[in-house]
């Protein structure tokens, strides 16, 4: 039975070999982990598909391969190999042997290759007009890109290791090693994009450097990636959650007597959510080349903090079919499955909106990074009692309602201000007229 390399997301097309729990000739038993995943989007594990005997591995540790990719085989009892015996011997011993030759150079960073995300960065530098102009360069990922186009490399000089001779990451870092210093005054390292080393400060302890671990890496080099390929444009709007939080205080305690856990503003705010989106069709969207594409359902990823140990993103699949209570249960299941490893590929697919909530630790408000390819991503901050004034028919009053700002990062090729604004204030005026009783 072969192994293969798993779809983490619809745009997700390659992912990067993390770890593998098993070596040729282990048993294995169904759904028992088999090897980590990464890609620029997760990082997960991938079980065992059936119980038997690892016969082959034909990918490295670091080394990235497209999704559908043959891992590894597995040997099933009373089940013919897919490949022929010699076949399967021979890829594994190349992939103990490209390991082995890799043990001292820098860990793969995974990245996306869709073409609808990939960003080629202007480059100043005379000498080279387009360093990505090669045909070598026609599938290189995003990161690689940046990388080269950063350092001002010829693509042309720098020897592939990856399939099918293909320039990886490890490549460029391993030639930009390899290559001497280039002095650059300030000015022109300004004009260019480049820093200058910088000593370290007097004093420096080196037992107080905390090296990237793969999740931080992998969160690191999204964020950056999404930053470069968005107009990022931030918006805010102050919510008073008086009638949402009359709602929880009254089904609050029979909710958490039945389910165990508390109910809280994060599914209200999803929902309302959900239904500006429903209004607002283009904000759950992708871009796809010059034209944006509306998704016909709304499937939220809910950023979950891994002990701050990293970040993902798991996705509630179709929202708009959702109560608030079904919300909260899909999240709750979502996250514990998150801190405990336990999140599957399918977990992640098909997000179309992300929702960051920092509000549980009484931020005022955040400025979120795009979950790419998505188009706009919500942040919900810290709810404090707050003197509000209240106007009615009988004048103004002045009352303490619990408050908090919702902020909305959106990507300005999408669509512009006045469409956001919209939908922020929509937002708001659900979570604070809707009838919340009969969501729960």
């Known amino acids: 039975m072969n192994v293969l390399m798993p779809q983490l997301g619809e745009t997700v097309n390659e992912g990067t070999i993390a770890v593998w729990h098993k070596k040729v000739g282990d048993a294995v038993e169904k759904n028992e982990p088999l090897l980590d995943v990464e890609t620029d989007k997760a990082a ?9 005997v690892i016969s082959a591995i034909n990918v490295a540790e670091g080394e990235t391969v ?57 480059v100043s530098n005379p000498s080279v007009s387009d360093p990505l102009a090669s045909n070598s360069a026609a599938r290189l990922s995003p990161s690689v890109r940046k990388l080269v186009a950063e350092h001002k490399l010829d693509i042309a000089t720098i020897t592939g290791t990856g399939k099918k001779d ?19 005054s300030a000015p022109q390292a300004a004009v260019v994009g480049r820093t200058t080393p ?51 205080k009254s089904v609050g305690p029979a909710w958490r007597a039945d389910k165990g856990y508390s109910l809280t503003y994060l599914p209200f705010i999803a929902k ?16 796809v080349g010059e034209a944006l594409q509306l998704h016909p359902l709304i499937n939220l990823g809910i950023a979950v903090d891994l002990n701050f140990e990293g970040l993902v993103v798991p996705v509630v699949q179709d929202c708009a079919s959702r109560s608030v209570g079904q919300i909260a249960e899909a999240i709750k299941t979502l996250s514990d499955k998150a801190r405990s490893k336990g999140l599957t590929p399918d977990d992640f697919a098909g997000g179309t909106y992300t929702i960051s909530n920092s509000g549980a630790f ?43 700002i919702l902020a909305q990062s959106f990507d300005h090729r ?21 009838d919340w009783s009969s969501e729960v």
Do not use: C, W
């Open 272 to 287: 309302a959510i959900v239904m500006g989106l429903v209004e607002f069709p283009k904000i759950n969207s992708s871009i």
């Open 198 to 248: 910088v000593p370290a400060p007097m004093g420096t302890d080196s037992r107080s450097l905390i090296p990237f671990d793969r999740i931080r890496k992998l969160t690191g080099d999204h964020m950056v990636m999404s930053k470069a390929t968005s107009p990022h444009v931030l918006q805010a709007v102050e919510v008073d959650y008086a009638g949402v939080d009359a709602v929880r």
């Open 362 to 404: 009484g931020t005022l408000m955040t400025a979120p990074v795009i979950n790419q390819p998505q188009t706009a991503i919500m942040s919900t901050d810290g709810i404090r009692k707050r003197p509000v004034v209240i106007e009615s028919a009988a004048g103004d009053s002045i009352a303490i309602r619990p408050v908090g």
């Open 166 to 184: 293909r320039v990886t990451r490890q490549d460029v870092l391993a030639f930009i090693g390899k290559a001497p210093a280039v002095a650059v």
């Open 414 to 434: 999408a669509f512009d201000g006045a469409y956001s604004a919209a939908f922020l204030n929509r937002v708001r005026n659900i979570l604070e007229q809707h």
């Open 66 to 122: 497209d999704v559908g990719t043959v891992l590894a085989v597995i040997d099933v009892a009373g089940e013919k190999s897919d490949e022929p015996k010699a076949v399967v011997e021979n890829a594994a011993e190349k992939a103990v042997e490209k390991a082995a030759s890799e043990v001292s150079e820098p860990a793969a960073v995974p990245t996306t290759s869709d073409s609808a995300n990939s960003v080629t960065p202007m």
């Open 44 to 52: 997960v594990e991938v079980p065992a598909s059936d119980t038997g």
